[in-house]
């Protein structure tokens, strides 16, 4: 499967952006659980949010919690990462990534488990 992640952007703090990720190849989009990650420069890539295959529970890092919202639309292939209220510690890369194990349970946030990711976004935010 093939991802490519859109939406990246310069943005001021508080303002908000939309990401999306949209799936293309020989995919059953439905059957990967998919995650979003980040990463700044000189650090390690960060998980963001995951959602399963279903659209079900949604996980996300401490950090973006009540103000990221990951969501996916299996009719269109694609996965979103809607974001608010953003800081100017969102700036990063942010990428996308898809997990066929079929069970990301426990280990959603780990960049291992995915084994696709998206080329990224960049995402800065200015003060």
């Known amino acids: 499967v093939q991802l490519q992640a859109s939406g990246g952007g310069l943005v001021q703090a508080g303002d908000s952006l939309s990401l999306s990720c949209a799936a293309s190849?020989?995919?059953?989009?439905?059957?990967?659980?998919m995650g979003w990650f980040r990463q700044s420069p000189g650090k390690e890539r960060q998980f963001v949010a995951a959602?399963?295959?279903?659209?079900?529970?949604?996980h996300y890092a401490d950090s973006v919690k009540g103000r990221f919202t990951i969501s996916r639309d299996n009719g269109r292939n694609t996965l979103y990462l809607q974001m608010s209220s953003l800081k100017p510690a969102d700036t990063a890369v942010y990428y996308c990534?898809?997990?066929?194990?079929?069970?990301?349970?426990?280990?959603?946030?780990?960049?291992?488990?995915?084994?696709?990711w998206g080329q990224g976004t960049l995402v800065t935010v200015s003060s």
């Open positions: 190849g020989r995919t059953t989009f439905y059957r990967y659980d």
């Open positions: 990534a898809a997990s066929g194990r079929g069970d990301y349970s426990g280990i959603y946030f780990l960049p291992s488990t995915y084994d696709y």
């Open positions: 959602v399963r295959g279903s659209g079900g529970t949604a």
